[in-house]
């Protein structure tokens, strides 16, 4: 029963994004809601105006699928919602300014998306703490820090995928990879919530790939790839960071090994010259494999790879129980 429930579930999301993307990309060449390329701009790599709606099939697929199978409290349903809505909102003002050739001020981004991380933290779903393996006592930390690492853990991971939207396929294809590595460990632990959340996202993801594979046939924009990025943190802090050991808390960072290592770099390397760290460029892995002689395909197969082999080290971890 549970299996079919899981079916039905990634089957419903899966689903309706393939359903609702073709008529909202109509929906996009019609309000010139479509990126266009840019000559002067390194990260603008298509060469035909790309509509940029699928952020809202998306989010449609994945909430239908959530509310219909998720047994998560009526508070926490809604706050999981309602910080996604907002990630929406002001991902689609951003988008809308990309499609006039301009460039949407991070402070409204920003306070944006640390209001949808508190809302999420309200709710009840926090990083609280951690057994140690030594003694087998739960740690549990200080009101004040749950409240900081799991901002910082929720804006981070938002924050990261966003960052890795920057080639046809990649931000979707890592984001079903990272889907599918805590679906696994929600199975593991018994966590059908998080389970839920995790193959709702997977079916999306895949979905919108079907759309989005090179070349790409429509884009999320910043407010589909921020709501990724936001059900995965918050997949992980409701289901991977639960009962975890000191070793453990490594699973769902590997998980979303790629992304979060790759813009550490990034945003270590724009501190370093100066530069303001939400400041777009082409310093992402993804550029410099680009730069290096791979072409996109490539690219996004070697990126993929790297994250399987990850998202594999993190079941390992996983299993071994550690």
């Given at each position: 029963?549970?299996?079919?429930?899981?079916?039905?579930?990634?089957?419903?999301?899966?689903?309706?994004?393939?359903?609702?993307?073709?008529?909202?990309?109509?929906?996009?060449?019609?309000?010139?809601?479509?990126?266009?390329?840019?000559?002067d701009v390194e990260r603008k790599i298509h060469r035909e105006p790309i509509p940029l709606t699928a952020s809202y099939a998306i989010f449609v697929g994945?909430?239908?699928?959530?509310?219909?199978?998720?047994?998560?409290?009526?508070?926490?349903?809604?706050?999981?919602?309602?910080?996604?809505?907002?990630?929406?909102?002001?991902?689609?003002?951003?988008?809308?300014?990309?499609?006039?050739?301009?460039?949407?001020?991070?402070?409204?981004?920003?306070?944006?998306?640390?209001?949808?991380?508190?809302?999420?933290?309200?709710?009840?779903?926090?990083?609280?703490?951690?057994?140690?393996?030594l003694s087998g006592e739960y740690i549990l930390l200080p009101q004040w820090l749950q409240f900081i690492l799991t901002i910082l853990w929720i804006f981070?991971?938002?924050?990261?995928?966003?960052?890795?939207?920057?080639?046809?396929?990649?931000?979707?294809?890592?984001?079903?990879?990272?889907?599918?590595?805590?679906?696994?460990?929600?199975?593991?632990?018994?966590?059908?919530?998080?389970?839920?959340?995790?193959?709702?996202?997977?079916?999306?993801?895949?979905?919108?790939?079907?759309?989005?594979?090179?070349?790409?046939?429509?884009?999320?924009?910043?407010?589909?790839?921020?709501?990724?990025?936001?059900?995965?943190?918050?997949?992980?802090?409701?289901?991977?960071?639960?009962q975890a050991t000191v070793l453990s808390l490594f699973i769902p960072i590997l998980a979303l090994g790629v992304p979060i290592f790759d813009n550490l770099?990034?945003?270590?390397?724009?501190?370093?010259?100066?530069?303001?760290?939400?400041?777009?460029?082409?310093?992402?892995?993804?550029?410099?494999?680009?730069?290096?002689?791979?072409?996109?395909?490539?690219?996004?197969?070697?990126?993929?790879?790297?994250?399987?082999?990850?998202?594999?080290?993190?079941?390992?971890?996983?299993?071994?129980?550690?």
């Amino acid at each position: 029963m549970v299996t079919i429930t899981y079916a039905l579930s990634f089957l419903l999301s899966f689903c309706i994004v393939m359903v609702l993307i073709p008529p909202l990309a109509k929906l996009a060449f019609r309000l010139d809601f479509v990126d266009k390329p840019r000559k002067d701009v390194e990260r603008k790599i298509h060469r035909e105006p790309i509509p940029l709606t699928a952020s809202y099939a998306i989010f449609v697929g994945f909430a239908a699928s959530f509310l219909l199978f998720s047994k998560e409290s009526t508070g926490q349903t809604i706050a999981v919602l309602s910080g996604s809505l907002l990630l929406l909102i002001i991902g689609t003002i951003d988008d809308w300014y990309k499609t006039q050739g301009k460039d949407f001020s991070a402070l409204p981004k920003l306070i944006v998306q640390i209001s949808a991380a508190v809302i999420v933290y309200l709710s009840g779903i926090t990083f609280s703490g951690f057994y140690n393996p030594l003694s087998g006592e739960y740690i549990l930390l200080p009101q004040w820090l749950q409240f900081i690492l799991t901002i910082l853990w929720i804006f981070g991971v938002t924050t990261v995928i966003n960052f890795s939207d920057g080639m046809d396929g990649l931000a979707g294809g890592l984001s079903a990879i990272s889907a599918g590595t805590l679906f696994v460990v929600a199975l593991v632990k018994g966590q059908s919530t998080s389970a839920i959340m995790a193959i709702s996202l997977i079916g999306v993801a895949l979905a919108y790939l079907r759309y989005n594979k090179p070349p790409a046939k429509i884009f999320m924009g910043d407010a589909g790839a921020t709501f990724l990025g936001f059900i995965l943190a918050v997949i992980a802090l409701d289901g991977a960071f639960k009962q975890a050991t000191v070793l453990s808390l490594f699973i769902p960072i590997l998980a979303l090994g790629v992304p979060i290592f790759d813009n550490l770099f990034v945003v270590t390397k724009r501190f370093l010259q100066g530069k303001p760290i939400y400041q777009a460029d082409a310093s992402q892995v993804h550029y410099r494999l680009l730069r290096s002689g791979l072409n996109p395909k490539q690219v996004v197969t070697f990126l993929c790879l790297i994250s399987v082999c990850f998202s594999l080290t993190s079941i390992i971890l996983l299993l071994l129980g550690v």
